[in-house]
């Protein structure tokens, strides 16, 4: 099982590494030392902890006046197979992308829960809102 330092699960969450050890320090997410004193997140439990943390996320808070970028680094958090088609979510900081794509680019790629992956998103018309 993959696991993450405080650093990459702060990247992978879209908070600082501080906010992500205060988390760690708080017990909202399981951390364990490595052979070297340093903490890190099991891949599982920081899937299902950016699921918590992607939906407890408001638009109230003031937002930067950008438009999105088309890579959305996160961490699987759910595949589903079928016969010939799976479903991939990815939590990217608070954004939920989910990908219908082949079960035999999910095996060849090997994502499973707890993974570190990148969404990319490729469009034909692109909005951008400035609030």
């Known amino acids: 099982m993959q696991s993450y330092t405080i650093g990459q699960a702060a990247r992978l969450l879209g908070v600082s590494p501080d906010t992500a050890r205060r988390w760690a320090d708080a017990g909202r997410v399981a951390t364990h030392r490595d052979e070297n004193g340093r903490r890190l997140i099991d891949g599982r439990d920081l899937a299902a902890f950016s699921i918590e943390v992607g939906q ?54 090997g994502l499973e829960v707890g993974m570190q992956a990148v969404a990319r998103v490729k469009s034909t018309s692109v909005h951008i809102d400035r609030t």
């Open 56 to 109: 407890g996320a408001s638009g109230d808070e003031e937002e930067s006046y950008t438009s999105a970028r088309n890579a959305f680094p996160g961490i699987v958090t759910a595949v589903k197979l079928g016969d010939v088609a799976a479903q991939v979510e990815i939590q990217a900081g608070p954004h939920r992308l989910v990908s219908l794509l082949t079960r035999e680019a999910v095996e060849e790629l």
